[in-house]
Every structure is written in C-alpha cells, then in structure tokens.
T-cell receptor, first 115, second 113 residues
Framework: AQSVTQLDSQVPVFEEAPVELRCNYS??????LFWYVQYPNQGLQLLLK??????LVKGINGFEAEFNKSQTSFHLRKPSVHISDTAEYFC?????????????FGAGTILRVKS | GAVVSQHPSRVICKSGTSVKIECRSL??????MFWYRQFPKKSLMLMAT?????????EQGVEKDKFLINHASLTLSTLTVTSAHPEDSSFYIC?????????FGPGTRLTVT
C-alpha cells in the first residue's frame, strides 16, 4: 500500500518569493508521483508528474519537483510565486498498472500568496 | 488535451431522493474511471473504480447499494446517490484514466436538505 504525507497544511508566502511544498511518500513497490492544483470549487489540474527517467521534473506555470528516492520525497518548488498561484496543492502517488494504478492523495497544502 | 466533464456542477435535493451525476471523457476513451469524494478542507477519498462493461470496485467502507456506479460506455460513467441524506452532502469528483495519468472532472457539489 502507498501513503503520502504533506508536511505543511498551509504555506503563506509573499509575491515573487520562492516556495517549496513538501511531500513524502511510502510504498513497497515502484511508484509514479504527481502534483495537482485545485482552485476553489473546481476539479484537479495536473501540474507535473514523475514516471521514470530524470528526477527533476518541470511542469506547468513554472513549477518543478525533484524525485528523491533515498529520502522518499517529491517536493514541489517555484522560484517566484504570483498571486494567481494561491490554491490548494495535492501530492499523489500511484503504483504500477498491475496494482490498479489508483491514486493516493496527501492531505493537501494551501498556498497563500500575499502581496 | 484530455478533457473530462461532469454534470451537473451543482445539485440540491431533498432527503430521501436519488441523484445521478454524469462523468464524460470528451476527447478520449476511458476504460477506467474513478469516483472521489472530497469533504470540506479535506483531501480526496477514492470511493470506487469504474470499469467499462463490468461491475465497479468499491473501496472499503463505501456502501455499494447507496452509491451506484454504471460505466456503460467508454466515455461515460454515472454515480447515483440513492436515498440521499444530509451526510451525503459533499463535493464529488470523477477522473478518467489514460495511460498512467488521471484526468479530473470539475466536480459536482451535492447538497442534501
């Protein structure tokens, strides 16, 4: 079984400052890792994903994440945030297709960008 | 890109009635769709996995007789909340799987009065 821990429930940050949203996972099998963003009363939008290959993954809206297998982490970063980045961010993990490819989500981190 | 729609976006119903929510993959075929429930200020909880042409697989603790799922075609899955009660009020989100990714619908806000 997989599990995901997002260490911060809320992260306040000033506009144009860098931000890191932390995510740790546990799994007994190889995993795929995802970050999603959710704006109020909307569904989830995929920011980026790690399936294999390069451990540094670049996504949309200037976000990137680094897969660290030894630390079982997949932290999300952005060098300079905008007011429009205010939203809730979910880290998720899934196992291989033969395990049903189900997504397990972390509890979410609310990013609040202040002017 | 892959687009998933949900209908309705919001629904208010009276206690004891049933509500059907539709999830459609608009530009791709999805043999597998997922239904999630999201409580206020909480993460998404997987309710069931919907496979085209077969019975849905429910997660532990989810009442299959209360949350009926039908995946009649490669582009449509429906979730029917039967005999709804106020505690069923929630945000329901579906997703459709394509390769290793899941594409999410915009969600349906259900309020049971």
């Amino acid at each position: 079984a997989q599990s995901v821990t997002q260490l911060d429930s809320q992260v306040p940050v000033f506009e144009e400052a860098p931000v890191e949203l932390r995510c740790n996972y546990s799994s007994s099998v190889s995993v795929y890792l995802f970050w999603y963003v959710q704006y109020p009363n909307q569904g989830l939008q995929l920011l980026l994903k790690y399936l294999s290959g390069s451990t540094l993954v670049k996504g949309i809206n200037g976000f990137e994440a680094e897969f660290n297998k030894s630390q079982t982490s997949f932290h999300l970063r952005k060098p300079s945030v905008h007011i429009s980045d205010t939203a809730e961010y979910f880290c998720a993990v899934s196992g291989p297709m033969e395990y049903g490819n189900k997504l397990v989500f972390g509890a979410g981190t609310i990013l609040r960008v202040k002017s | 890109g892959a687009v998933v729609s949900q209908h309705p976006s919001r629904v208010i119903c009276k206690s004891g009635t049933s509500v059907k929510i539709e999830c459609r993959s608009l530009d791709f075929q999805a043999t597998t769709m997922f239904w999630y429930r999201q409580f206020p200020k909480k993460s998404l909880m997987l309710m069931a996995t919907s496979n085209e042409g077969s019975k849905a697989t429910y997660e532990q603790g989810v009442e299959k007789d209360k949350f009926l799922i039908n995946h009649a075609s490669l582009t449509l899955s429906t979730l029917t909340v039967t005999s709804a009660h106020p505690e069923d009020s929630s945000f329901y989100i579906c997703s459709a799987r394509a390769h290793y990714e899941q594409y999410f619908g915009p969600g349906t806000r259900l309020t049971v009065t």
